[in-house]
């Protein structure tokens, strides 16, 4: 810890520097292979969309010992069309989820689950959502996400300038859409937990960078009077500053985030958390990584267009 305490300093003051803007290149490229990894995830596989957004019913059981592959057996015999998914969810429950089922169907399968676990069909806690309600859904969440944008995007122009705003929304979809890619890759639903996530690593990978051009706004103040170093080198510079608080920021993120997704979902079984915790976890940590290398070389690219500069 001491000694990333004297690294600290010494990139603040400048004793030590790590180059980041005039290595901008390399860091495009890690981000167009994510990019083109999320694409191909998209394109291939999909998102898989939860019953709140497609519409569809979901039956869950609680018995202690209850398997998928019962579960599956009981779907069958109740002749639903189409694919169910089956989870467990912790060690004493199982939940079904199957696409739009008319009144017959949804009592054929409560039927079939609860002679195949011998519970009371009364126990079985089902939910049906219609496909109307998941369009809503679908729709609100766009809205609130290209709201979102518009509002930061205003914000950061009248608070800082419209570059560090065309900069820092660059990075934002940047983020948005490689950890939408992962989340297809994965494989997990597409729950409103996620959407919560995603509007969540918003704010966060905004904040990080928020803070990071504001010490470049502090170092570029006077560029232009005492030409003692370009834009870049004041940002390079004002990056190496902030460096060190912003990975001991995310680490701190990222480990609630990481016991909730690795130890809660993946030890415990709390299938609950999972869609949540991943989109968070995802988001952080490349949310940090935009913050770093990527919105600060796009913002003095695009700095550097300038005839004043």
């Known amino acids: 810890m001491s000694k990333l305490s004297g690294l600290g300093g010494r990139l603040y003051r400048g004793e030590t520097s790590i180059e980041i803007i005039g290595r901008r290149r390399r860091w495009y490229a890690v981000s167009a292979l994510f990019v083109l990894l999320s694409m191909g995830a998209l394109s291939i596989q999909g998102l898989h969309l939860g ?3 497609k519409g569809g019913s979901s039956f869950t059981v609680t018995k202690v010992g209850a398997s998928v592959e019962d579960a599956r057996a009981a779907v069958s015999a109740a002749g639903v069309p189409g694919e169910a998914i089956v989870q467990t969810i912790g060690s004493d429950k199982v939940r079904v989820q199957t696409g739009a089922l008319d009144t017959a169907q949804n009592n054929a399968v409560q ?4 002679a195949k676990f011998a519970v009371p069909v009364e126990s079985i806690d089902t939910q049906i959502v219609g496909p109307s309600w998941g369009k809503e859904i679908t729709r609100k969440a766009v809205y609130g996400l290209f709201g979102f944008l518009i509002c930061v995007m205003l914000y950061l122009a009248m608070a800082f300038e419209p570059k560090m705003a ?3 929304i660059a990075a934002v979809v940047h983020d948005v859409f490689i950890t939408v890619g992962i989340y297809a890759l994965v494989g997990f639903d597409v729950t409103p937990a996620t959407v919560i996530g995603f509007l969540t690593i918003l704010g966060y990978s905004l904040y990080d960078t928020v803070v990071v051009f504001d010490k470049i706004r502090e170092n570029t103040r006077t560029i232009t009077a005492t030409s003692k170093s370009t834009y870049s080198q004041a940002t390079n510079l004002a990056v190496n500053q902030t460096i060190v608080r912003s990975i001991n920021t995310s680490v701190i993120a990222l480990l609630p985030v990481g016991s909730i997704l690795f130890v809660g979902a993946g030890l415990l ?5 999972k869609d949540l915790s991943l989109a968070l976890f995802i988001g952080l940590a490349v949310g940090t990584y935009s913050s ?3 919105a600060p070389p796009v913002l003095a690219q695009l700095r550097e267009r300038e005839p004043a500069m």
């Open 166 to 168: 065309i900069a820092a």
């Open 269 to 273: 079984g709390a299938g609950t958390l």
């Open 111 to 114: 039927d079939a689950l609860a």
């Open 51 to 53: 019953i709140e957004f």
């Open 292 to 294: 770093i290398f990527i």
